[in-house]
């Protein structure tokens, strides 16, 4: 079983910065996939970023620019750097593990966060 732990988040202005983290522990392969997803009620989970331990990254085109993904192996922890926030980055920010074992893939989803970004 794997736990994802994530922390920061919060409200901040328009055009301010907030940083994310999500922590991973247990049963974690050395190949996988950390990323964020962001989520408003309502509408369906969307990708915003994603990063694997070869060091592939993928943004969501309306982030590019703007939003950062890392991650340190070692810490098996992903970061997400949001600058120049907008008012549509508001939703709840989840942190999601993919890892494969033969032909299956395991899915694991943080708590949640929330991002508020006021006008």
């Known amino acids: 079983q794997v736990q994802l732990v994530e922390s920061g988040g919060g409200l901040v202005q328009a055009g301010g910065s907030l940083s994310l983290s999500c922590a991973a522990s247990g049963s974690i392969f050395s190949s996988n996939t950390m990323g964020w997803y962001r989520q408003v009620p309502g509408n369906q989970r969307e990708l915003v970023a994603t990063f694997t331990t070869g060091g592939t990254t993928n943004y969501a085109d309306s982030v590019k620019g703007r939003f950062t993904i890392s991650r340190d192996n070692a810490k098996n922890t992903v970061y997400l750097q949001m600058n120049n926030l907008r008012p549509e980055d508001t939703a709840v920010y989840y942190c999601?593990?993919?890892?494969?074992?033969?032909?299956?893939?395991?899915?694991?989803w943080g708590q949640g966060t929330q991002v508020t970004v006021s006008s």
């Open positions: 999601r593990l993919d890892q494969r074992r033969l032909t299956r893939v395991y899915n694991y």
